[in-house]
């Protein structure tokens, strides 16, 4: 288990574990519309990285119904480097997680799915609007979770983007 002394302030308070945490449980209510059985959880470690930099998601296609590797040909440069990135997000990955699993606000199914728990937190806080960031955030996090639940699979994401999970 992490704790937040494994990251440095600056980061706690960028990408701290109620922020990220959040933007998930945002990107997994988009998914579970179309795929039920809930986001297998390898894919918040792609969702998080892609939609916390605004170089990548400035180039999101304007619709859902645009294949991956289409949108991934065509924006090969935005994302050359980003699995390194996303590498380095993991430990703020698993902070969100663990943050949305401590709180029952997610499951991990047994096969390893994110399926929703109980919870009535609002779907567009106000203090989303005050910030620009947070907003765009919000979107994107809202727009991957309906993009990817139209994936054939985890492991189609995976191999277009070119990441080894």
């Given at each position: 288990m992490l704790v937040k002394t494994d990251l440095s302030e600056e980061e706690l308070g960028l990408y701290n574990p109620a922020f990220v945490g959040f933007l998930l449980l945002a990107c997994l209510r988009?998914?579970?519309?179309?795929?039920?059985?809930?986001?297998?959880c390898a894919l918040s470690f792609l969702v998080v990285p892609m939609c916390l930099n605004r170089s990548i998601t400035k180039t999101l296609p304007k619709t859902y119904k645009t294949p991956i590797g289409v949108w991934m040909s065509s924006n090969e440069?935005?994302?050359?480097?980003?699995?390194?990135?996303?590498?380095?997000f993991i430990p703020i990955v698993n902070m969100g997680l663990l943050f949305l699993m401590?709180?029952?606000?997610?499951?991990?199914?047994?096969?390893?799915c994110a399926v929703l728990g109980e919870n009535d937190i609002a779907k567009n806080p106000a203090l989303f609007n005050k910030s620009s960031y947070m907003n765009e955030a919000l979107k994107a996090f809202k727009f991957i979770g309906k993009w990817f639940s139209h994936a054939p699979s985890t492991e189609t994401v995976f191999a277009q983007l070119g990441i080894r999970p």
């Amino acid at each position: 288990m992490l704790v937040k002394t494994d990251l440095s302030e600056e980061e706690l308070g960028l990408y701290n574990p109620a922020f990220v945490g959040f933007l998930l449980l945002a990107c997994l209510r988009e998914f579970v519309v179309t795929k039920p059985g809930g986001m297998h959880c390898a894919l918040s470690f792609l969702v998080v990285p892609m939609c916390l930099n605004r170089s990548i998601t400035k180039t999101l296609p304007k619709t859902y119904k645009t294949p991956i590797g289409v949108w991934m040909s065509s924006n090969e440069g935005v994302l050359s480097g980003f699995a390194n990135q996303a590498e380095a997000f993991i430990p703020i990955v698993n902070m969100g997680l663990l943050f949305l699993m401590e709180r029952d606000l997610i499951v991990i199914n047994s096969e390893g799915c994110a399926v929703l728990g109980e919870n009535d937190i609002a779907k567009n806080p106000a203090l989303f609007n005050k910030s620009s960031y947070m907003n765009e955030a919000l979107k994107a996090f809202k727009f991957i979770g309906k993009w990817f639940s139209h994936a054939p699979s985890t492991e189609t994401v995976f191999a277009q983007l070119g990441i080894r999970p």
